[in-house]
């Protein structure tokens, strides 16, 4: 039986593991952790729970696939809720509006807001539908970085226009052709963010982004998000894959240029196909222990995404005037991106999100309470002083949601958990703790994220939020899906 090693039960990891075992492969995955799901993972406080990392689901049928794949239908497994006000927004003069899944609704409380506004998002969202059919598709579910996939004409051409697309333009560009409210712009420029990056830098074609989320919805899961990875886990061990647990891979062995096998606790398991689903730079410099490959030191010259910090605030209150997902716009959106990415601190006002799970599933909360998952995009861990850093954002935090609720907010936290960008790299290895591998702030950012075979080392390959088509969920399973695709066809004879 053909035979392959995963390293990381991770989205990613799990992905490719019922994909490949769902192609007659004998599937061994090693996770360091005790739990499958990596950044997907959930914890409980007091009576409170938490999905650690993920909150909102798009692409729904990225999860109907995998499980599909996995000879399972997605609706026995998951109860997906399709939420009809996808986000509550806080705007930075301290206005509100509902972004409802129902578009004329939606374009009928922008027009409330600032005249002609609900016919720029009609021209705004065809605009993000020609980004999306022309390039965006084929750009997450094929391995863009095959010879073979170039080669097929209609493929280039459709890639090369789709880079093409407004190509000197950024996001905060074309949302700013389509809308004139500024506080318009700085919702549609948020979308950047999906992925860790800079709405001022990532290019015009990141407009698939509000597409997906406007065209396809947003979700919440009845369980919770972490019902996702324990399902696949359930899935996979169905199909064969066979897990195991609070095993660290110590190195991935190669000889001649050829993968060998594995190193755990220093014996070695022979394996002619390993994929790892760990940070592409960690696997370079930890497991393959080669810092110096080319490949590894054009990583590291790339712009990391950002990070995040985290509050997972029990409260004993619950508040009406909120939805499952929320934000609270910073008055000066430009300085948070400057200050994350120029000069990797943060700014002194961050914009906030607010995801209530207990919204959804009361039973994630005490009765009369709510579990709020509060989190700020923060710059790249670069050993900053993180206990300062965090003080000062706690604070910033509780001002501004006080301001806008009119409550002080802070008498209502009666319990708390807190993530941040070194714990984030200390518990998965992704390089400075980055959410999504690499930002997409340069036009060929999409081209550079790290192929998902490796041309040098034959049996190597990679999936996950480091490696092509990118970070994120949906991103990360299709990842997973490209790589399994990729062994059978390389590997397989
Ligand atoms: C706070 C936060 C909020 C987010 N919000 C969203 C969101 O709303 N929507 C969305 O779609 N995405 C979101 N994301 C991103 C999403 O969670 C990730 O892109 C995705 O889960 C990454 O999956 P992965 O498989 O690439 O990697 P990971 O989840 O990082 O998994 C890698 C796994 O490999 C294991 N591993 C590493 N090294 C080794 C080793 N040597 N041996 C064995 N095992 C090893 C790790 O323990 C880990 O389990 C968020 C992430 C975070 C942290």
Known sequence: MKKAAIVGAGLGGLSASINLASKGWDVDVYEVQSFPGGKAAEEYLDGFRFDIGPSLVTMPWVFKDVFETAGKDVDQELTIIKLKEICTYYLSDGTYLKAWSDLEKFGTELEKLSEGSHRSLQKYLKEAEKAYKLGGELFLTKPIHEVRTLLKLSTLSKLIRFAGI?????????????????????????????????????????????????????????????????????????????????????????????????????KFRDYE?????????????????????????????????????????????????????????????????????????????????????????????????????????????????????????REAVINLISKRLGVNIVDHIVTEGILTPPEIERRTSSTHGSLYGISSNTAKAAFFRHRNRSKDIKGLYFCGGSSHPGGGMPLVILSGKICAQLVDKYSGE
């Open 273 to 393: 196909v390993v994929i790892s689903d760990a940070d592409v730079l960690y696997t370079y410099e930890e497991l393959l222990e080669l810092p110096r490959a080319k490949k590894a030191k054009r990583y590291r010259k790339l712009e990391p995404s950002s990070s995040g910090i985290v509050f997972y605030w029990g409260i004993d209150q619950t508040f009406e005037q909120l939805s499952v997902n929320n934000i609270f716009f910073s008055s000066d959106y430009p300085a948070e991106f400057r200050a994350m990415f120029e000069n990797r601190t943060m700014p002194q006002e961050p914009t906030v999100y607010v995801n209530i799970t207990s919204k959804l599933t009361p039973s994630d909360a005490p009765d009369g309470c709510e579990n709020w998952f509060v989190l700020i995009n923060a710059p790249a861990n670069d050993n900053q002083d993180w206990d300062n850093i965090v003080s000062n954002a």
């Open 166 to 266: 407004h190509p000197i333009s950024t996001l905060n560009k074309i949302n700013s052709k389509f809308f004139e409210d500024p506080r318009l712009v700085q919702l549609f420029n948020r979308y950047a963010t999906y992925n860790g990056s800079d709405p001022f830098q990532t290019p015009a074609t990141m407009l698939i982004i509000p597409f997906i989320e406007y065209n396809g919805g947003g979700y919440g899961i009845k369980e919770g998000i972490y019902e996702i990875p324990k399902k696949l886990y359930k899935a996979a061990v169905d199909l064969g894959v066979n897990f195991f647990f609070e095993e660290k891979v110590k190195k991935i062995n190669i000889e001649n240029k050829k993968i060998t096998g594995i190193t755990i606790k220093s």
